[in-house]
């Protein structure tokens, strides 16, 4: 199933002093965008395992981590990401089995947690 990400504005990788790879995508959250469809009709919000599938998929295609996890760690959804948010999803390739995301707007954050791979993925 092809994934459908949001335009991003910014799409940039780098490499911290540990030797880390990050990756951060800025991008704003249209009223037209297909996941808000029916989530909720009177008052749409991006679903979690939109958010979920968009670090997966973003890790997968960058990084060529497997595009499915074997389990996922200190999940937390702190607010929600509505219509006309500016978001930027961060990611962290913190080891070979894990990757770091966070879903925040300055300050502000949506959601975070570590996507752990199996190794025979």
Known sequence: MKVHYPE???LAESIDEKGRRHLRAQFAVTTDCLYLQGH??????LP???QLDWAIQ??????????????IEVLKFND?????????????????DCVVFR?????KAY??????????N
């Open 8 to 10: 991003f504005t910014e």
């Open 40 to 45: 909720f009709p009177e008052a749409p919000l």
């Open 48 to 50: 979690g395992v939109t």
């Open 58 to 71: 973003l890790a997968a295609d960058h990084w060529q981590t497997p595009r499915t996890v074997s389990s």
């Open 80 to 96: 929600m990401i509505l219509p006309k948010a500016q978001v930027t999803l961060s990611l962290e390739w913190k080891r070979d």
């Open 103 to 107: 879903y925040q707007h300055h300050d």
């Open 111 to 120: 959601s975070s947690g570590r996507l752990i791979f199996n190794a025979a």
